[in-house]
């Protein structure tokens, strides 16, 4: 099955800072979304990409299909941001997303 | 509009027992997804079901059995529990096809 790898696998950030999290996968996709589960558990969508570029506040993502990969870019990180955000990719619309392991991000005041 | 419920939020379990979780979806979402999520495996796809049909399943036992219902609320049931059953259980909905998936709070199983 498809493969999908996130790095890093951890990241602390002073609060402020910016940051790059990267997600590669093995084969082509037409679905690929980006979460963000808090330290309670829950799972937020952060976005649907399986393509371009979309902005959403201080969070941006780009997919770049052909290449395989996909960034999530967080401006001015908050604490907030803390928890471990994870990219899903699907190779079909009738096929299950498949997860990657995550990038845990701690951002400190 | 309310998004996907969980219930119970916790739950403890001896070994051997069964145990059923469930799941209401966002209203007019008809596709529903359970996931098993633990510090090892990360999260591993269970089974998907849309209109009552399950379409895609995962690697799991045949311990691990859902259903959906009319109104797209779906269960899962774990039979004969093992320790290694103990996770957090997330149920996820979506319209369908290439949308966006939302996750519910999820259910923590115990067992003992």
């Known amino acids: 099955g498809i493969q999908v790898e996130q790095s890093p696998p951890d990241l602390i950030l002073q609060e402020g800072a910016n940051s790059t999290l990267r997600c590669n996968f093995s084969?082509?996709?037409?679905?690929l979304q980006w979460f963000h589960q808090n330290p309670w558990g829950q799972l937020i969508n952060l976005f649907y990409?399986?393509?371009g570029t979309k902005q959403n506040g201080r969070l941006s993502a780009t997919t770049v299909a052909t290449e395989r990969y996909s960034l999530l870019y967080i401006s001015s990180s908050q604490t907030t941001d803390s928890g471990v955000y994870f990219c899903a990719v699907a190779i079909s619309g009738n096929t299950p997303l498949v997860f990657g392991k995550g990038t845990r991000l701690s951002v400190i005041a | 509009k309310a998004g996907v419920t969980q219930t119970p939020r916790y739950l403890i379990k001896t070994r051997g027992q069964q145990v059923t979780l469930s799941c209401s979806p966002i209203s007019g979402h008809r596709s529903v997804s359970w996931y098993q999520q633990t510090p090892g495996q990360g999260l591993q796809f269970l089974f998907e079901?849309?209109?009552?049909?399950?379409?895609n399943k995962g690697n799991f036992p045949g311990r691990f059995s859902g259903r959906q219902f009319s109104n797209s609320r779906s269960e899962m049931n774990v039979s004969t529990l093992e320790l290694g059953d103990s996770a957090l259980y997330l149920c996820a909905s979506s319209l369908g096809g290439d949308e966006k998936l939302f996750f519910g709070s999820g259910t923590q199983l115990s067992v003992l």
């Open positions: 084969d082509s996709v037409n679905n």
């Open positions: 079901y849309f209109s009552e049909t399950q379409r």
């Open positions: 990409i399986p393509s």
